[in-house]
């Protein structure tokens, strides 16, 4: 911490970084003591255009599209297409509103972290322009920017994965044996095999957060952690080779040359603010911009993780869990295993889940009878608390009803975004809240499941935490989770856990001298917390989910691994 000397005394001056972390629907900035790790001032900002569901009819025609409303066309079910406009508002206003609300002189800001879903990307041209905002790519949803649940371009991934492991490519291992849809690869291929127009015109292909981090700081720079985890990179054999690229496709041979950007590390500086950004902003000129990261790995340090087999949990739209360790194992269907790229000197772990916060909000939306919505109303509650406590009164297994948690396909351990959800059970006696009861019970077998390969390839948690807008909202969702993983779970000190890790690697690029941090370990010991909540298992749930958890895995290898392919044909 820096001080102000004067006369004999020694005055504290504390100094501040500021995380921003966009989500799949909005985005949310906090402006966090670097001394202490108290959370100053939070601003949320959601997108006005959400995730697009119609484009307009010239833009369909470029796509072959479905006619929708007069004049517009509806989007696959599979595209999942945003708006850029809405990320670059969203910085801007959320940092303006921290700064205000905390009245904080801008001089002791002395870093931002910015992390974002991935991979969430856009192609941009040389001058930095985003080729979506060209009059000839306007049109065309490929030029668009591609959120991380487009799913569009599994028959590419599924080829991947083919080539990959058909040549015995290194690279195959570290993600599990199996390329994801949602990744930037498949992405990529997808627009050469769809739109080859808008890879030809293309300069660069950026993740939305390093292009963020360049509007900030006129630096074009590329993050590791993303490459790593979404685009199969790694230390010692850096990209996929061109020949393997070109195997692919051949106008792929060329990929590297649109991926421009200087390599960065995790908490690294990628750049300072420009005399323009620090204005729209209200800092200072010359501001620290770190090292972009992915919104679930730049969680970690928030909970205070500095070392191997501790697991952290962020439930939100989806979920991610990141697992760091000492060790490099295979794990089946992981989303990768990268050295260095959450916390230097350990190899982090990813896999998760498509559909979590997604799942129950579908069913309160669509499945719950008007009834249940006046009780709510009359009692000022929300649907999801009435259905939790009516869901509570139940015992495990009470229902009779099982369900696979694969509204938006599965992310780990069998990576096939053609999977689609399932409920087992029901009658017609059964109520909302069972139901309800069912898909919690679901995303936490799931996340069972993947543990389970983890404890297969000899890596184990010792330690599990769990962040995000969930945790603090459904308690009754994070016992349910601690029963049927059968582990005490440490909860986060606060809700906004991406965009607090955001800013733990905001002081560790500002640096020591700065009034920050020499290392991501340092940061997160100083900075990062746990709440005062936390969840114990109650023994006898564990042992009736442990029943309950085989008849899920039955269904799960049967619709999920060959036994039945149904789920695959009626997609």
């Not at 601003?43 to 569901?53: E, F």
């Not at 351990?413 to 109520?431: E, F, H, N, Q």
Request: net charge negative; charged share 20%; aromatic share 8%.
């Amino acid at each position: 911490m820096g001080v102000i000397m004067g006369n004999s005394c020694i005055i504290p001056k504390d100094k501040y970084v500021i995380g921003l972390d966009y989500g799949t629907l909005s985005a949310r900035a906090v402006l966090v003591s670097v001394n202490d790790g108290n959370v100053i001032a939070e601003s949320v900002y959601s997108y006005p255009h959400g995730i697009l569901r119609t484009v307009a009819k010239s833009i369909a025609d470029a796509a072959d599209l479905s006619g929708g409303e007069e004049g517009s066309s509806f989007l696959p079910a599979d595209y999942a297409l945003q708006e850029i406009d809405d990320y670059i508002n969203a910085m801007y206003y959320t940092v303006r509103e921290v700064v205000e609300k905390s009245n904080c002189q801008a001089e002791n800001v002395i870093g931002i972290g910015i992390d974002a879903t991935s991979s969430t990307f856009l192609p941009i041209l040389e001058n930095g322009q985003p080729l979506c905002k060209t009059e000839q790519f306007q049109r065309n949803p490929h030029a668009q920017l591609k959120l991380w649940k487009h799913h569009g371009a599994q028959t590419q991934a599924d080829q991947i994965t083919a080539l990959a492991n058909k040549r015995k490519e290194k690279f195959i291992m570290r993600c599990g044996g199996k390329v994801n849809a949602e990744w930037m690869l498949p992405k990529l291929m997808e627009i050469v095999e769809k739109a080859p127009d808008v890879y030809e015109a293309a300069d660069n292909f950026m993740e939305v957060s390093d292009y963020l981090v360049y509007l900030l700081t006129g630096e074009i720079t590329r993050c590791m952690c993303h490459a790593g985890y979404k685009l199969l990179w790694n230390e010692e054999d850096g990209y996929p080779s061109e020949d393997f690229l070109c195997a692919l496709h051949p106008s792929l041979s060329s990929l590297k040359e649109k991926l421009k950007g200087r390599e960065v590390q995790v908490g690294e500086c990628a750049g300072r603010l420009t005399e323009e950004a620090a204005s729209k902003l209200g800092l200072r000129m010359g501001t620290v911009v770190a090292a972009s990261l992915i919104d679930a790995h730049v969680a970690v340090p928030s909970v205070g993780i500095d070392g191997p087999d501790q697991a952290l949990m962020i439930l939100g739209t989806s979920c991610c869990m990141l697992l760091c360790s000492e060790k490099l194992s295979y794990i089946r269907g992981i989303s990768g295993c990268v050295k260095n790229a959450v916390i230097p000197g350990f190899y982090a772990y990813e896999a998760g889940q498509s559909a979590v916060g997604d799942l129950f909000e579908w069913f309160v939306q669509n499945c719950v009878p008007g009834s249940y919505e006046r009780e709510a109303l009359d009692r000022s509650i929300s649907v999801h608390m009435l259905l939790s406590e009516k869901a509570a009164a139940l015992k495990p297994g009470e229902s009779g009803l099982i369900a696979l948690d694969w509204w938006n396909g599965n992310r780990s351990c069998l990576a096939d975004a053609k999977l689609s959800g399932m409920i087992l059970g029901l009658t017609l006696r059964t109520k909302p809240e069972e139901i309800y009861r069912a898909l919690l019970e679901a995303t936490a077998f799931g996340m069972r499941a993947i543990f389970e390969e983890f404890e297969k390839g000899g890596v184990m948690v010792r330690e599990l935490y769990a962040c995000g807008g969930i945790v603090g909202k459904n308690p009754f969702m994070m016992q349910i989770y601690a029963d049927v993983l059968g582990k005490t779970i440490l909860t986060a000190s606060t809700d906004q856990g991406s965009a607090f890790g955001a800013s733990v690697y905001a002081a560790v690029a500002a640096g020591v001298h700065a009034g920050g941090y020499a290392s991501v370990k340092e940061a997160a010991r100083a900075m990062g917390k746990t709440g005062e909540i936390k969840y114990e298992p109650i023994s006898q749930n564990t042992q009736a989910y442990h029943r309950l958890y085989k008849e899920y895995k039955l269904l799960h290898d049967y619709f999920g691994t060959g036994g039945n392919e149904v789920m695959r044909r009626m997609r």
